[in-house]
């Protein structure tokens, strides 16, 4: 930022913002408008520019709350707004970018303001700011009772109606921006909030018909992934002298444009992450998720969620005999690939996990694809890396992983398509491998990390489901793939004996006093469960497809003893039937085939052997079948994550982390 961080600290000595926060009332026809809102200025992208303007915009909006229900000037300049959205779309057509330029600059300083009035004041306060004026004479407009709404309903209708232009980026980014901050009463909440005068409004008011436009719009933003246009594309050409000042068609109002040239022209100061790169695609992404996840209203659906459940593809023409409320078409081939080339930020697998659990439409759509690879490697990398994700990144991806292999065509067709060098993958070298078969690796080194750090049972149990689910599909499973799975039963196993040796210990050691011990018999359980489950998982791949994993049943043979101590045991004794018949038929052929022989003759004989097993000789056990079921109240889960990820990746956003309510800030 430089020499203009000195710039921010004058904000509250500008003489026109003073006059906007002062005592005396402007009448919205004074010609003061039309100066204050003529700057120029970068918009902060990153973190720390946002912090610097947020804190000096404090004091001036703490004055403003004082004064304005006096002088009415907050009301005024949202007037003064709303009066040139009015010809926003016309200033587009003919490219008058004066006019979008200052409607931008009017958005700007209220959306300032709006987030420091949320942060210091009530909702019902709020609409006092926007109701509570003596206006001066000659003063017009609308109603001072639904100007908040009035206010609302203009930004969703430059949202959808305004196309996305070099010119109109900055404006269309700003609304969406304004409406994200109207919701962020929630972070001041710990509570879930499920009411209120903006809930009302955007969800049964005059938005409500909007509402698929602004759903379809929001995932057009994202899909497009638009780049911010450099600062001469959408305002004027530079003054030859250079810096941010350009030439304008009327007056600036002097010494306010420099306090707004944050980040520095034609620098990458304002530029800190990804989601700075593409700041409508991403803000437009994290406003479809938070209004996605409001609740039900206390007699209304929310109807962007039904919006997101039901819209269609363009390229479906059939017709249904009930059109669902709030429905729309959409490019799914479009929308599927921003979905796959984007999954490595947590909003966008947030997004996929909605299309995937409620868009039935968008599900089969997804699942038809003959490309999925496009879309499971991301998931797996995410899956892969989880010592650097936040949790929660992991569980969507995980759960996304779970409602795909729901699918037995999808678990069939994942053995089909083979990948050659899969870089992110360091443990060992993969030149070929099936997506299956990595996708397997994947899960159980997930599963592996979680035994030996977080030891999260949910974590634990989606994995298991998930390897459940595609059990009775293995095909050809990598000669890694299949070792792992054993050494992961091996892994258990050890664990196994373990507590069953602390347990054992614990209880000698007690001599009648009545010193607490660990809940030895609780950890044992759970461990006895995840071994139950990989013995199932075993058993179904033999069941179903053991002449097609041959090498399944080699490292089987090479770790046979590891099973033997679960022969006996009471609740592994029906499963351990077939892995015995399965051991024993197969050494029998190996002894017979004689003495010291190669990994190759030992593959041959197992080809000719799986050929051979009568498939009567196995006992029959029920399908392995797990459907992932979102958990009641899922509002308590998602809308604190949703919240977060504003909090953390929203561009050119700042919130002091210590009035944050609605999560613990180390929360991941």
Request: charged share 20%.
């Amino acid at each position: 930022m430089g020499a203009n961080t000195s710039h921010v600290t004058d904000l509250s000595e500008n003489t026109s913002l003073k006059a906007l926060v002062g005592t005396e009332s402007i009448s919205e026809n004074d010609p003061f408008w039309n100066q204050l809102i003529s700057f120029t200025f970068i918009s902060p992208t990153n973190s720390g520019d946002s912090k610097l303007l947020e804190e000096a915009v404090i004091p001036l909006a703490k004055t403003l709350i004082q004064n304005n229900p006096r002088t009415g000037n907050f009301g005024a300049l949202v007037r003064v707004f709303l009066g040139r959205t009015k010809e926003l779309k016309i200033s587009t057509e003919c490219q008058d970018q004066l006019f979008i330029w200052q409607a931008h600059n009017a958005l700007f300083m209220i959306r300032c303001l709006m987030k420091v009035f949320i942060r210091e004041m009530s909702e019902e306060e709020l609409q006092q700011q926007f109701s509570l004026q003596e206006r001066a004479p000659g003063s017009c407009g609308a109603g001072s009772e639904d100007l908040l709404e009035e206010l609302l309903l203009n930004l969703v209708h430059l949202i959808v109606e305004v196309p996305l232009l070099d010119i109109t980026y900055s404006i269309l980014f700003e609304a969406v921006t304004t409406l994200l901050i109207f919701f962020s009463y929630q972070l001041f909440h710990k509570d879930i909030l499920r009411d209120g005068l903006t809930y009302q409004h955007i969800m049964k008011g005059r938005c409500l018909e909007l509402t698929s436009r602004l759903v379809k719009t929001l995932l057009y933003n994202f899909i497009r992934q638009e780049k911010c246009p450099p600062p001469t594309a959408h305002i004027f050409e530079p003054k030859a002298e250079g810096g941010l000042l350009y030439g304008l068609a009327s007056g600036v109002a002097s010494g306010l444009w420099s306090v707004f040239t944050l980040g520095g022209a034609g620098s990458s100061a304002g530029i800190d992450q990804d989601n700075n790169l593409l700041p409508l695609s991403n803000q437009s992404l994290l406003l479809l998720l938070v209004l996605v996840n409001l609740t039900d209203g206390p007699d209304w659906p929310n109807p962007f969620r039904q919006a997101i459940t039901c819209f269609r593809n363009t390229q479906d023409t059939s017709s249904l005999p009930v059109e669902p409320p709030h429905t729309f078409q959409i490019n799914f081939n479009s929308l599927y690939t921003a979905l796959c080339e984007q999954q490595r930020c947590d909003q966008a697998t947030l997004l996929l996990y909605t299309l995937l659990h409620q868009n039935t439409n968008m599900r089969t759509y997804i699942l038809s694809r003959t490309d999925m690879d496009n879309l499971v490697l991301p998931i797996l990398e995410i899956l892969y890396h989880v010592e650097d994700r936040n949790s929660h990144h992991v569980y969507m991806a995980l759960i996304i992983l779970l409602i795909l292999t729901e699918d037995d065509a999808f678990n069939r067709s994942i053995h089909e398509v083979v990948l050659k060098n899969i870089s992110w993958y360091t443990e060992r070298s993969l030149t070929e491998i099936s997506l299956g078969s990595l996708l397997i690796l994947v899960v159980i080194r997930t599963i592996q990390f979680n035994m030996t750090r977080t030891r999260d049972k949910y974590l634990h149990t989606n994995c298991l489901a998930a390897l459940a689910n595609m059990s009775a599909q293995f095909r050809s499973l990598h000669q890694y793939a299949a070792q792992r799975i054993i050494s992961l039963f091996a892994l258990l196993s050890k664990k196994h004996n373990k507590v069953l040796e602390q347990a054992t210990q614990s209880l000698r050691g007690r001599q009648g006093d009545n010193v607490a011990l660990p809940d030895y018999a609780q950890d044992l359980n759970v461990i006895e469960e995840v071994i139950r489950m990989m013995l199932e998982i075993i058993n179904s791949c033999l069941c179903n497809s053991l002449h097609h994993n041959p090498n399944l049943v080699y490292a089987l043979l090479y770790k046979r003893e590891l099973f033997e101590q679960f022969r006996s045991h009471p609740s592994f004794q029906d499963i351990m039937q077939n892995l015995d018949t399965v051991i024993g038929f197969f050494s029998q052929r190996l002894e017979q085939a004689g003495s010291d022989l190669s990994v190759e003759r030992v593959q041959e004989v197992i080809m000719k052997g799986a050929q051979a097993l009568p498939k009567d000789r196995l006992k029959k056990f029920p399908e392995l079948k797990f459907k992932y079921v979102e958990e009641d109240q899922p509002e308590d889960f998602f809308i604190p994550y949703v919240w977060s990820l504003v909090f953390s990746s929203g561009v050119g956003l700042y919130w002091n982390p210590h009035g944050i309510e609605l999560f613990s800030m180390d929360s991941g």
